[in-house]
């Protein structure tokens, strides 16, 4: 038994046993792919996975908890790997953080600036991705931190931090009707057409059920992914966009004016999370800091490694 074995299995699962897929992505011939499994499978004296002809089409029963071993052995590998940068190269390295666009386009841009002034050799990897793929990142250990709004908090394997907290807003056009409305109401932004962000995405569930509460059902016409593009249909009007507040800039987005709803909407938290036991370079802990001061490494180290 060997580490590219171990690998192998982990991805013919990530790659739904497509053994090309896996070959390309481990950098070996299909022929070899299929080879380490046939090793492993004769040296463990079971079958890993279901078979119809050439093709897998499964995992076996043995394979199911084989794999969930292989992740754990995998991961700790490489937290060994970490360990060892940490004392040879402490200021050199890999950060990758997984986050949505609101977040990698508006809350870390000046994190990251003060981190690469700090940590100028450290490679730092930003990847976009709903806050379900940045979990699945995570649990990976495709990714050392995660950031998003949704879905983080409620994984078991996830230790979650405040970063900070946030409202919604409505942006219209200067001359629509809402602009010049003293008292803006729930009830009023229901009588437009909204343009607002996709199921999962950004407080999207907090938005729904702040209109539920209301009794009212908005009719919402348009979804996107992120504040940039509802902001574009919203100032040629389309309707009443509703995004993260600090999506909105003054400046740049003159065409529109930002109607202020921290008074309709609940707030909203993005966190922070690590996987639980994932060994964090010191200057992951550094980045977590310029994110949220109040978060040092003590407080986070033993967060993620209770019994340490």
Not at 112 to 121: L, Y
Not at 192 to 205: M, V
Not at 227 to 255: Q, R
Request: charge should be negative.
């Amino acid at each position: 038994m060997n580490f590219q074995q171990l690998r192998i299995i982990r991805e013919t699962v990530r790659c739904q046993f497509n053994l090309t897929e896996v070959g390309n992505a481990l950098f070996t011939s299909q022929s070899g792919v299929s080879k380490h499994i046939k090793d492993l499978e004769d040296e463990l004296g079971v079958e890993l996975f279901v078979r119809k002809g050439k093709r897998l089409l499964g995992l076996t029963p043995p394979g199911k908890e084989l794999v969930v071993i292989v992740e754990r052995m995998l991961i700790d590998a490489q937290n060994i790997k970490n360990l060892a940068d940490q004392y040879t190269s402490r200021d050199e390295g890999e950060l990758t953080v997984a986050t949505t666009h609101t977040q990698s386009r508006y809350a870390l841009p000046s994190v990251v600036k003060a981190f690469k002034e700090n940590f100028p050799k450290v490679h730092l990897r930003l990847h976009q991705g709903s806050p379900e793929e940045i979990a699945t990142m995570l649990l990976n250990g495709r990714a050392d931190l995660g950031i998003a709004t949704e879905a983080l908090p409620n994984i078991p394997d996830l230790v979650s931090f405040p970063y900070y907290t946030w409202y919604h807003a409505a942006v219209v056009t200067p001359d629509h009707p809402l602009a010049q409305q003293a008292n803006l109401t729930l009830e009023a932004i229901s009588q437009y057409p909204i343009i607002t962000y996709h199921d999962g995405y950004t407080g999207r569930p907090s938005i729904d059920k702040t209109f539920a509460q209301a009794g009212l059902k908005p009719d919402i016409i348009m979804s996107a992914m992120d504040s940039d593009v509802i902001k574009t249909y919203a100032e040629i009007g389309l309707g009443v966009g509703i995004i993260a507040s600090m999506g909105f800039h003054p400046t740049k987005d003159s065409g529109l004016q930002l109607l202020h709803s921290e008074h309709l909407f609940e707030p909203n938290t993005t966190v922070i999370a690590v996987r639980q036991g994932h060994f964090l370079r010191g200057f992951a802990y550094r980045f977590i800091e310029l994110c949220n001061p109040h978060l040092d490494e003590i407080t986070v180290r033993e967060a993620i490694n209770p019994t340490r």
